[in-house]
């Protein structure tokens, strides 16, 4: 368990608890949570320094999770890169930009190959993408709204799909 205290400038620490749909949810929130639990204890004004600082802080608890989630953060790190990219756009929208189809299309090949697999004739990277998005019905969800148990689920059906965000 941690107890950190951080100054207040740049909401940092209100990123480390923010819940979806918050407006300060973030790739940190997310990747913290995963991780830990996390929970505001109190704020400190800057009076209560010698000293004062120009800014209040914030004392945050950290609770590492137990047993850690089993998955591979790597991939998990590929997956929250391309999302949190723009969390206010669609996940459709998200996954037909040209630098995340790159991605997932190198990865895919290379994955293809590693396991003694032909890239089917004819694939299509932003096709399979997008059938995975309406399978688990994420199409028009925005990051910004996701849970973690929500990108877990996303991210093991890309997988299931042979497609993968590390290479």
């Not at 830990?36 to 608890?61: M, T």
């Amino acid at each position: 368990k941690a107890v950190v205290s951080t100054q207040s400038t740049g909401e940092f620490a209100e990123r480390l608890y923010a819940k979806p749909g918050d407006k300060l949810y973030c790739r940190l929130s997310a990747n913290t949570q995963l991780m830990a639990r996390v929970a505001h204890v109190l704020k400190v004004g800057k009076g209560n320094f010698k000293p004062p600082p120009k800014v209040d802080s914030s004392v945050v608890r950290l609770e590492p999770m137990n047993p850690m989630p089993n998955i591979n953060f790597m991939e998990w790190d590929g997956l929250t890169r391309i999302v949190f990219t723009r969390k206010n756009k669609t996940l459709s929208a998200l996954f037909k930009s040209k630098a995340a189809l790159e991605i997932l299309a190198k990865n895919h090949q290379i994955w293809c190959s590693l396991n003694d697999t032909m890239v089917e004739e004819g694939f299509d990277i932003k096709t399979k993408v997008q059938d995975i998005l309406k399978e688990c019905e994420f199409s028009e969800t925005r990051t910004r709204t996701m849970t973690n148990d929500h990108l877990l689920k996303l991210l093991e059906r890309f997988n299931a799909h042979g497609i993968h965000f590390t290479s």
